[in-house]
């Protein structure tokens, strides 16, 4: 599901510190936010690397990598390859209710992994996939609009595993993404999942890694079924590809 300029901005910025607390709805900025998408796209020369055309646009280079899909930190850039660099008020938005009060609770994570200021991060091992299917649609910029996830081709009824151990914080209905569990795990990351045709857990439950969660369906705005997914760190969306395993 992607980002339709003009609509709310951020309804996922209102997850609450305390684990028995509910979510108001941490995911809906990756699909329903107005921001500046701008941007522009970069096309490689020759000799330049992803470190270098970062510093030259002042954008950070974890977020280029993972707005362009580039997961391995050995794979060359190639020339005439178009990269698409982020304005800087990508991941800023104008606080709405939701997200002042998801500020106040969301644990900060720690600023920047200063020793890793080079390298694109990846941490395979954190998640597994929710369904088994084809990524329909990836994280970053499509078509103009922003997509904070990504969207997994599986067919209606396929049961949804939670990423990871964590907690129910929101397991409820709402407008454009139907069904949704958003789970809260280890280290201030979350996770999203919409479109369900199931949802198969309560709020403050505890879940463990694996457990069947619910169902996959096209509840919401959704032309078929899928399952979008979101992987968040406090309230910044990640390219859910770089916790994932890597599918040979």
Request: aromatic share 10%; net charge positive.
């Amino acid at each position: 599901m992607e980002n339709k300029p003009g609509t709310a901005k951020g309804l996922f910025k209102s997850v609450v510190r305390s684990p028995w607390s509910v979510v108001l709805i941490f995911f809906l900025l990756s699909c329903s936010t107005s921001f500046d998408s701008k941007g522009v796209y970069h096309r490689v020369r020759t000799g330049e690397n992803l470190t270098w055309i970062a510093k030259s646009y002042g954008v950070d280079l974890q977020d280029l990598a993972e707005l362009n899909n580039i997961q391995d930190p050995n794979r060359k850039i190639e020339p005439g390859q178009k990269l698409y660099i982020p304005p800087r008020r990508y991941f800023r938005h104008k606080k709405l209710p939701f997200e002042e009060e998801l500020s106040k609770h969301v644990r900060r994570p720690p600023r920047t992994r200063k020793a890793e200021r080079d390298k694109i991060y990846t941490d395979y091992n954190r998640f597994l996939w929710p369904v088994r299917g084809a990524v329909m649609s990836p994280f970053g910029i499509r078509g103009g609009r922003r997509h904070d996830g990504i969207d997994i081709k599986a067919k209606s009824g396929t049961p949804i595993q939670a990423a990871g151990d964590g907690r129910v914080v929101y397991a409820g209905s709402m407008r454009g993404y139907g069904n949704l569990i958003l789970l809260r795990h280890a280290d201030n990351f979350f996770t999203a999942y919409a479109h369900n045709s199931l949802n198969a857990v309560r709020e403050k439950q505890k879940i463990k890694r694996g457990d069947i969660i619910g169902k996959v369906g096209k509840t919401g705005r959704a032309s078929g079924p899928h399952l979008h997914f979101e992987v968040r760190e406090g309230e910044k969306a990640r390219n859910p590809l770089f916790f994932l395993p890597v599918v040979r």
